[in-house]
């Protein structure tokens, strides 16, 4: 069999994602913008938040057309006040949540020197502190809807041990076990929570971070040739957040083309 592209592959369509209301976080660009292309093609009702305007309105002029299109407000995830007033605006615009994808994040690059308390407030506010009030802000009209997904965005930077990502690595490690603890206080009102995986993906800002060469070590790594991208990404993101996925809860899924 063919190993097909992103551009080849015929991907799925859930029913259950259809007019379903969607809250993405740092939707404007990377695997975020991919997010919101992805559940926009469902036919799911989608917000999302950026601090990048420019990029952000660039992607909700692209998908003006669709059946539902996507609704952009600035946000910065670090200002927990306009974080929480956004998501109550973006809830009412959509008529209530049911999927919630804290996927916004920042992985500058540091070294133990240059990290001061300071530095470790700031990295920590932009990587993980807004996955858990962003989570706690729509979980009311989850329970409202009688239940919902929320996937946070974990990585496989720590699991590897990647260089010069302290912070990064230690908010993602995190990530994994909020997960399994709010799937856990979550998962009777109906509210699965589980963590993506990614590997790296081929992002206009991973672009930044490595050269041709770098891209050949991290194939090298996977077992699969190729690079992933955003919509590798998304595709396990719809299956989670779909009614497909009813019994998945409480786990890390990885998408990483088998990368060690
Ligand atoms: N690209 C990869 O290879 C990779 C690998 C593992 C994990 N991840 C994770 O996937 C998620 C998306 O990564 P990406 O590669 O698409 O990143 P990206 O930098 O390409 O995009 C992130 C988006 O979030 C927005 N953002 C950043 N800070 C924000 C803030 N304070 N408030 C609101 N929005 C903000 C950015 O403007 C941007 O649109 C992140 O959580 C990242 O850690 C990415």
Not at 166 to 193: F, M, N, P, W
């Amino acid at each position: 069999m063919l190993q097909q592209t992103s551009e080849t592959v015929d991907r799925a369509v859930y029913p259950s994602l259809r007019d379903k209301r969607v809250i993405v976080t740092g939707g404007g660009s990377g695997i975020g913008e991919g997010l919101v292309e992805a559940f926009v093609a469902q036919g799911a009702k989608v917000g999302f938040i950026d601090i990048d305007d420019m990029a952000s309105e660039g992607v909700v002029a692209r998908l003006n057309d669709a059946d539902h299109a996507p609704i952009f407000r600035h946000c910065d995830v670090t200002d927990l006040d306009a974080l929480s007033r956004t998501l109550a605006d973006l809830e009412e615009m959509l008529g209530g949540v049911d999927i919630l994808v804290n996927n916004a994040g920042n992985d500058d690059r540091h070294t133990i020197e240059e990290v001061t308390p300071d530095y470790w407030a700031e990295r920590l506010n932009v990587n993980l502190r807004h996955q858990f009030f962003a989570a706690k802000a729509v979980v009311p009209a989850m329970k409202r809807a009688g239940g919902g997904a929320i996937l946070n965005f974990g990585s496989i930077s720590w699991h590897l041990g990647l260089p010069d990502l302290v912070l990064y690595q230690t908010c993602k490690a995190a990530i994994e076990g909020l997960t399994r603890s709010l799937a856990r206080d979550l998962g009777r009102d109906g509210i699965r929570v589980n963590a993506i995986v990614p590997g790296n993906v081929q992002t206009p800002r991973q672009e930044k971070w490595y050269t041709p060469e770098g891209e050949a070590e991290i194939v090298a790594g996977q077992c699969l040739d190729g690079r992933i991208q955003p919509s590798d990404v998304a595709a396990l993101v719809l299956f989670l957040a779909s009614d497909d996925a009813r019994m998945c809860t409480g786990h890390e899924y990885w998408v990483d083309a088998g990368w060690r």
